[in-house]
């Protein structure tokens, strides 16, 4: 039986999906491309038996258990997790959040109690269904985030302001399955994904009619760091102490 892969189909994903699909164990899973918060609920739902999964919904899932040392993470300014505004922080009354994904909402949240000290009204927001407004706040992700920050006044990289609080890199997803898998394949799943790391020029040929792709190629090695590294996992866990109880870290790492 293949395993069931829910994936993202983001640039900042690219090099994992050409990985995927151009290495070996294309031939043991079956992929689905579906939005961040969505690859939680289908592993949750047991619909998919491994995803790149937010990490503020890993905890929600039963039996999660860290499968890469690869993931989404930032070092530095990561770019397509921001902030966007019409005014500065401390006039801000209401931010406009993204649900494609937990993770950079309540990464919103700690930021404005714990670091910034404003306190805000969150609202919902579906991008599908409107462009934003360059005088109002939003948490925009993604390729959202590339397209829209410079219609916007006041940008704040949210990976960036998290360094500057805590002083540790910031993981946004991580492979996180739902049960053991056999341990000769996750190592061929890695072996995949470090294929497509090696192919960040090929990675973003899907992407093309998006952005440009030297731009693109610029913004994955400068601003998307994918080693889940001991800094990471730190980071990763720091995140997770200063979140509610509930999402309190209960994972098990592979390995």
């Known amino acids: 039986m293949k395993v069931r ?10 090099p994992f999906v050409y990985g995927l699909e151009n290495h070996p164990v294309s031939g043991m899973i079956e992929i689905e491309f579906v939005p961040p918060a969505v690859t939680a609920a289908k592993l949750i739902s047991g619909e998919a038996d491994l995803g790149l999964v937010p990490v503020a919904m890993i905890q929600k899932i039963s039996n ?14 990561v ?19 993204d649900t494609e994904s937990r ?10 109690e714990q670091y910034w000290k404003i306190s805000p009204a969150f609202e919902e927001y579906n991008f599908g269904k409107s462009q934003p407004d360059k005088s109002l706040s939003y948490i925009l992700i993604g390729d959202k985030a590339l397209k829209h920050a410079s219609d916007f006044e006041f940008v704040y990289d949210m990976a960036e302001e998290w360094i500057k609080f805590k002083n540790l890199p910031f993981v946004f997803a991580c492979w996180t399955a739902n049960k053991d898998l056999d341990p000769a394949f996750i190592a061929s799943f890695n072996g995949a ?18 952005f440009d792709p030297g731009y693109a190629i610029k913004y ?5 760091s ?17 979140a509610p109880d509930e999402l309190k870290s209960r994972v098990r790492w592979f390995g």
Do not use: H, M, Q
Request: glycine letters at 6%; charged letters at 25%; one cysteine or more.
């Open 79 to 97: 770019a397509s997790v921001l902030l966007c505004s019409g005014r500065p922080l401390e006039k801000i009354e209401k931010i406009f959040l």
């Open 193 to 210: 994904l470090k294929l497509g790391l090696d192919n960040l020029e090929r990675s973003v040929e899907r992407f093309s009619n998006e």
């Open 5 to 14: 892969v829910s994936a993202i189909s983001y640039l900042n994903t690219a």
């Open 220 to 224: 994955l090695r400068e601003n998307i």
């Open 64 to 77: 999660p258990v860290i499968v890469s040392d690869y993931c989404i993470g930032a070092e530095g300014p």
């Open 226 to 242: 994918y080693n889940l590294n001991a800094d990471k996992r730190a980071g990763l866990s720091e995140f997770w102490s200063l």
């Open 103 to 112: 993770t950079s909402v309540l990464l919103a949240r700690i930021l404005c």
